[in-house]
């Protein structure tokens, strides 16, 4: 049986890397808004993942994270600063998983940029909080899927597709080096 790579009359595989590979994060991330962030070493119940919710994404491709001091995440980056972030910007499209490096400080400037009223939900002693810390993950290497015309595009070539009986599948995937 042929796999559905083999089936698809488009090319569908784009590798990127540099400025095309730091494009497709900040779009993507940018749709997702959050992620499951996977530390390498679990000490908590979750087994190292948890959803978290990017604060930013800058032109180099960082992405920019709030975190409690005292939370099980922040002494699983102490020991261990690899990361995996998962993201899923649609229920159809816009996949992404990345592997990256984490860095924890304190940056009380940066603090205040990333900063947001709504926050007060975790740090209840607002900005000035003394637990809140800043989490930067740099992004080494990742992989991506999604369409290349957009939802409503993808969603007809589907549709036409099932009636013909052939492969008009609209994705597109590759691996990401940053």
């Avoid at 698809?8 to 992620?35: F, W, Y």
């Avoid at 000490?43 to 994270?65: A, I, K, N, Y």
Wanted: hydrophobic share 40%; aromatic share 8%.
């Amino acid at each position: 049986m042929d796999s559905i790579n083999r089936n698809q009359p488009e090319h569908n595989r784009r590798d990127l890397s540099g400025a095309d590979a730091i494009a497709r994060l900040k779009a993507m991330v940018d749709d997702a808004d959050t992620c499951f962030f996977r530390t390498a070493g679990s000490l908590g119940p979750s087994r190292g993942v948890r959803p978290m919710s990017v604060r930013e994404t800058d032109d180099q491709g960082v992405l920019w994270f709030l975190s409690a001091s005292d939370s099980h995440k922040n002494a699983e980056l102490a020991a261990d600063p690899s990361v995996t972030l998962y993201f899923q910007a649609g229920p159809h499209s816009g996949f992404l998983e990345i592997d990256g490096h984490a860095e924890i400080s304190q940056d009380k400037a940066r603090i205040g940029q990333l900063w947001n009223f709504m926050l007060r939900t975790w740090f209840t002693g607002g900005e000035d909080d003394p637990r809140i810390t800043v989490i930067k993950v740099t992004p080494r290497t990742g992989y991506y899927w999604d369409n290349k015309h957009g939802d409503a595009v993808a969603g007809a070539k589907m549709a036409v597709g099932a009636v013909i009986g052939k492969t008009l599948d609209d994705s597109i995937e590759g691996r990401l080096a940053f």
